[in-house]
DNA sequence: GTCCACTGCG
DNA sequence: CGCAGTGGAC
């Protein structure tokens, strides 16, 4: 038996619907963590949800951020947010959860916006204390999955050159991220070294997908044992290519875990 | 071989797409009149409305108005606004199509917003001016049919003791579009005596079609000899309770012809 | 290009 | 309630 995570930024859980009714049945996923579900708590789909076989714990606000975990079975803990008495808790941009003796961090990491704007400040402090968060959790089994906003090199975005001030590429930001996960390992690339494998395609760029124009920035990171228990890892290019796709495409993994 | 005509104001016809695309394959219609298409004709949707078999005549512009003839076959003329030289033209209002002998005047009619205002005064005219428009055809056959927004009678709406004021329904308009109707048959009527059968179900009202709470301001009206030779017409309340629904739903009209 | 929120309309 | 437009976000 093995375990199937996913992470999938939604661009809206509500609009996603027809995507993720389509997709989710045939995926074989026991853990879905969804990011920018764009809907307050009172007006999650948890209907919809539960007709495709799931559980759904959830911290959304208005408009903008949220996360969700959706799971064949329930997790045995959760925990929204920060929750360490530092402001702001970040509740919709993290949500922890825990099945057996793992703990999964689904994350939205801030974008950031510009480098000369407060949002990217926030995006370097929000990594910052994230990656304690799951530190903490060392050498316990550790996954930290979801949006992260971060191109890690320069084979994860299209056309580097241009993205030097990016926020997403910066060099600055690079070596925070790769500081703040260098305890652990990097799912997809551990079975897709060198390839040039994205799982943001702007909707602006004109017949991104085909022509293979995007960004690496949704991440799957495991701790070195559960790295060991890793079977596989790959993006599933599929639903962003169907209609009314999410701007994002999701990534599994699969494990040899009982939980 | 029965020839069938169909009128739907359909409140965008891009947003209407599905109900269409769900209804019109099995409609059984050779020639249907819409209304509210919303839609500038470089953006008309000619592809879907090829794929569903059907010839598109369309004459529209941005967010109001808007008049499209679907048919199996195309129209062998067609006159888009009144095109007497007078203005406005009320082009994406009115457009007439000929089928050998039968002109069909797909038509929308101002609603008027309000008794006094300047837009209540513009329907009447309208009204006058078409029903010139189709009296110059007569005695040949003719079928004026399109959102029409009268309820000719006490019968044809929820209510008429509240209508009073209503522009839809106060007696000067009543009596306008009877004197300048008076040469037409209204097929509805012709069939269905007596009955409170409405074609438009306001949005706003909770369970309007359950209830059978609306407004018949969708009309067919024909020619005495094309009347004689209309074998049944009927409101097809269906569509109206579909997701995502117009607020009117389509009526529809056969007759002994071959065209 | 596709989300969201908000306003105006019937 | 569900269209349309506008402006902001990414």
Redo the contacts with the bound molecule.
Sequence with gaps: MTFRVGTFNV??????LPVLERWLPTAGVDVLCVQET???DDQFPVAEVEAMGYHAVFAGQ???NGVAVLSRRAPDESVSGFNDSQEPNADSRLLAVRFGDLWIFNSYV????AID?P?YQYKKEFLSRLSGLVAARLPGNVLWVGDL?VAPTPLDVTNPTNKKDHVCFIQELRDLYALKTSALVDLLRRFHDGEELYSFF?????NALERNIGWRIDHMLASPALAGLCRNCWIDKEPRGWE????HTPMLADFDLEL
Tied chains: 1, 2.
């Design positions: 661009n809206s859980l509500r609009s996603r764009k809907v307050t208005k408009s903008y801030p974008q950031g916006k704007h949002d906003n702007d909707y602006r760029v004109k009314k796709p999410s701007d």
